[in-house]
Structure formats: structure tokens, C-alpha cells
């Protein structure tokens, strides 16, 4: 029997989302940033998998926060190098 794990249904796992190009703009306008400033985020994370983001995509994570409620970060979904 194999029991299949949904990584992104964990409490300790943030709210992953794929942004769309039109949040992405505004995203690097906003900060005055482009893709290459964003931390990165392997695309065979368990979460990125489960979204289904492929590599390029710009991933909103949200997190709940005892200081300030809520807190937003973004990564840009990069191929792990080869060892």
C-alpha cells in the first residue's frame, strides 16, 4: 500500500502560488529588482512540485507571522546544477 503525501496540506508547509506575468511586473517594478535578484527556489522542491511551477516561474509563499500577520516572499523556480 503506498500512501501519497500532498507536502502543501502540512501546517508546517507556507501557501506556495504561481504568480502571473502581470503580478511578476509588478512585482519587479515595485522593488526596482529583476528576476536574477529574486532568492531562488529548486524545481524539484516538494512544494514547487506539488503547484506544478516549472523552471522560470515566479512563486509567491505566504506565511503567517506572530509580528506582522502575514508575510510575503517571493522565489524564482531555477533547475538544481548537475553534481
Known sequence: ????L???E???VPDHKIMSEEEIQHLYS????TSEQLPKIYHDDPAVKAIGAKVGDVIRII???HTAGRAES???VVKRPKK
Do not use: C, D, G, Q
Open 63 to 65: 506565511r503567517t507571522s
Open 30 to 33: 515595485l522593488y526596482h529588482i
Open 1 to 4: 500500500m503506498s500512501i501519497k
Open 6 to 8: 500532498n507536502v502543501l
Open 10 to 12: 502540512h501546517i508546517m
Open 74 to 76: 517571493f522565489r524564482l
